[in-house]
């Protein structure tokens, strides 16, 4: 799968190590953490029905405003927005925002 980051902070966060990180962050290191680790599961699966098994991640398609976007749980409070796109033969992941769900 091929990841864009839909602004900078994103992908700063994916690719600065947690400990290099300047400042006060918006999410707690926890959630960073997972944030890292279930970018590179989205990273390392061909098509997002591969994600189905993993069942901690509660992956769903969302509805209402949100239709045509995806989530998966990074924890108890917050998930990970996504948009699925398709380049050609290439599916595309565009990271939107973690998001406190549910507030």
């Not at 969302?62 to 398709?86: A, E, H, M």
């Amino acid at each position: 799968m091929i990841i864009e980051f839909e602004n900078a902070e994103l992908e700063t966060l994916y690719v600065t190590p947690l400990n290099a990180l300047k400042g006060k962050q918006k999410f707690p290191a926890e959630v960073i953490k997972q944030y890292k680790k279930k970018l590179s599961v989205l990273i390392g699966i061909k098509a997002l029905e591969d994600l189905r098994p993993f069942k901690g991640l509660n992956f769903e398609y969302l509805k209402g405003d949100r239709k045509g976007q995806c989530s998966i749980r990074l924890n108890d409070q917050y998930r990970l927005i996504f948009v699925p796109t398709q380049d050609g033969n290439f599916q595309i992941l565009l990271i939107k925002e973690i998001s406190k769900y549910y507030e």
